[in-house]
């Protein structure tokens, strides 16, 4: 199993705002009040899963995680951006059969 970016939300740090283009991107973070710089290959969703499956897996499942009920309450501006917008994908990729 991975995590990436979601690719429909990378697209808003992205400097060319094309969906379709593989680039570098900056991501930053605040964690304790100190902000980190994430840096990642953004690619559309087929870039994604067609390498995956180029290397010889299968897509096992994919999810695109929504914030649990309890975040509303403590984090309300960031559960409603994460409630209406995906940020991550999971997939679950196993080994094709020989």
Avoid at 15 to 26: G, I, K, P, Q, S
Avoid at 60 to 86: G, I, K, M, T, Y
């Amino acid at each position: 199993m991975f995590s990436t970016h979601h690719p429909a939300r990378a697209i808003e740090l992205s400097h060319t705002h094309d969906y379709f283009a593989t680039e570098l991107v900056v991501d930053r973070w605040t964690l304790s009040a100190r902000e980190y710089e994430v840096r990642f290959w953004r690619r559309p969703l087929a870039a994604i899963l067609g390498a995956v499956t180029e290397a010889g897996f299968a897509i096992d499942n994919l999810q695109e995680p929504q914030p649990l009920a309890e975040c509303r309450e403590r984090f309300p501006d960031v559960w409603e951006q994460l409630a209406s917008r995906p940020e991550f994908l999971l997939i679950r990729a196993v080994l094709k059969d020989a």
